[in-house]
């Protein structure tokens, strides 16, 4: 019989990742308004430097993954990367305090955050996978997903009052640089209270595959031999992420509808409150109707919450607020979800890897997803969330390809 009990390393990789959300979304809802403060005179390039901030970063983090998770299947450990990956995005923000000599700073920032994250994000997934049945791949992952999410709504909250101090009534974006950095100073200390729970975690490679190393299956980084499935699966996130810009372009254009910060912060709150309270049961869900279900529907909600912010007037003050929300059940109906997925279908010895070419595989249409959205944002403020509309309809189109998923991996035990 199942053992339906969470175990430790997926309890204390949740509290890690908690921690750093909270200080990661202390400063995520700031940084558009932040960008913007740099370039004051300069208010034409916004978009655009925010999409190459954001798209550069993104990308780095998608394609170290890939290699961060073939490295980790190579050594046979989970554990050492992880803990060097989240002390790197701690240590980046520091980065932000420059930002007044030059906007390039905010990018060496949001760089190094994202290259810790692409060095942990595949090692940690697979040590989540490998530490629960097969059968409970989707409840775990849904857990880790509501400890982000909730770690991330707590931040916004805290970044909500610490912003309320600063706020010019005027503007309604804080005052001066020096109020972003008071903000930026205390997020650093939950980023490395976040790391110290990691040395609690044990490691599950090395315990239970000490015979792999010698006779079992190697990584594979040849996609071409991976299962049909996966690679429809893959090939429909890649072009879903075209369309999937950052997040801080959400931000701006609730601010150029005429919300003032606070309560753009309060909406990103919502967001991942919603993230919160909805992951886990998405991720018990996929386990019992199928992943591809349950992503199907996650993709049409983007789909219908994209497409509503590219056509919202300034006067829909509450109907922002209902997409806000939509747009965390969104997240909460994927992101977890799709990582068991590939966990169901990777091949044998490569889980990993095949977790890292998911992320890679994202983060390669990053860059140009928020690029594009940067340009079409400067030509139409609503132009880049059609096209994530748009974007999102055809990889569900291309997702219905994939047969029925078998329920032998829900159905295996520990």
């Not at 980065?95 to 949001?110: D, E, M």
């Amino acid at each position: 019989m199942t053992n339906h009990k969470m175990p430790r390393n997926v309890i204390f990789l949740g509290l890690t990742s908690f921690f750093t959300d909270v200080s990661t979304e202390m400063i995520y809802p700031l940084l558009q308004a932040f960008v913007t403060m740099v370039l004051a005179a300069k208010t034409a390039l916004v978009g655009p430097v925010l999409g190459i901030v954001e798209g550069v970063a993104e990308s780095t983090a998608g394609l170290l993954k890939l290699f961060s998770g073939y490295y980790s299947d190579r050594i046979r450990n989970r554990k050492s990367p992880a803990i060097f990956g989240y002390s790197t995005s701690a240590v980046s923000k520091s980065l932000l305090f420059l930002a007044g000599f030059g906007w390039y700073f905010i990018l060496l920032s949001r760089f190094f955050d994202r290259v810790g994250k692409g060095i942990r994000t595949a090692p940690r997934d697979a040590l989540i996978s490998e530490s629960v049945s097969a059968s409970i791949h989707g409840r775990a992952f849904g857990f880790h997903r509501a400890m982000d999410f909730a770690g991330a709504s707590l931040g916004v909250l805290i970044c909500y009052f610490l912003a309320s101090r600063y706020l010019d009534p005027v503007t309604g974006n804080l005052k001066d640089l020096g109020s972003f950095y008071r903000i930026f100073i205390w997020s650093i200390f939950p980023a490395f209270m976040g790391v110290c729970f990691l040395f609690f975690i044990r490691d599950t490679r090395g315990r239970h595959h000490e015979a792999v190393d010698t006779d079992g299956p190697k990584p594979n980084l040849n996609l071409k031999t991976y299962p049909r499935n996966l690679q429809i699966l893959f090939c429909a996130q890649m072009v879903f992420t075209l369309g999937n810009s950052s997040n801080q372009f959400l931000l701006l254009r609730s601010m150029d509808l005429g919300r003032p910060l606070s309560e753009v912060i309060l909406m990103y709150f919502a967001f991942n409150l919603s993230c919160t309270v909805s992951a886990s049961f998405f991720g018990s869900l996929s386990d019992r109707i199928g992943r591809k279900k349950v992503l199907l529907g996650g993709y049409g909600l983007y789909a219908v919450v994209y497409l509503s912010f590219g056509f919202i007037t300034a006067g829909s003050r509450y109907v922002l607020w209902l997409f806000w929300i939509l747009y965390g059940i969104y997240c909460s109906m994927t992101e977890g979800n799709i990582k068991a997925f590939v966990a169901d279908l990777s091949p044998e010895g490569s889980k990993a890897t095949a977790l890292g070419f998911l992320h890679t595989i994202s983060g390669l249409g990053l860059l140009p997803a928020s690029i594009i959205a940067g340009l079409l944002f400067s030509w139409k403020e609503g132009a880049p969330f059609v096209f994530g509309g748009a974007m999102a309809i055809l990889s569900m189109v291309i997702l219905a390809l994939v047969p029925k998923e078998s329920n032998q991996a829900r159905n295996q035990e520990a």
